[in-house]
């Protein structure tokens, strides 16, 4: 990648209102008020990039159902689509994969 295109990826990143999409380094969990909250699921993310080809954002880091013990955190990544379903930020000390 040239210094250029890592440049524009950062002013990206960085002009991002933390309400317009994941966050490195928060946890969230799914916001359906008319679904058990032991039936959501958590996604902590670790690392924010965009697509290369088209400029998406994608979050990258770890989901689980929100009853399920710590062994149950399985890696993913989270697109725009995903952000439009509507998160929550959550407590990180009890939700770390």
């Known amino acids: 990648m040239s210094d250029t295109f890592d440049s524009a990826i950062g002013r990206f990143l960085d ?11 928060h946890t969230y969990i799914q916001n359906k008020p008319y679904k058990a909250p032991e039936l959501l699921d958590l996604f902590r993310c670790v690392h924010v990039a965009t697509n290369p080809r088209n ?6 880091g770890f989901a689980k159902p929100s009853n399920a013990g710590d062994d149950a955190w399985y890696s993913t ?3 725009p689509s ?3 379903s509507k998160w929550v930020e959550v407590d990180t000390e009890k939700t770390e994969p």
């Open 15 to 25: 002009a991002m209102d933390h309400a317009d999409f994941f966050t490195a380094g």
């Open 55 to 60: 400029g998406e954002p994608r979050a990258f």
């Open 77 to 79: 990544a989270l697109g």
């Open 82 to 84: 995903q952000w439009a």
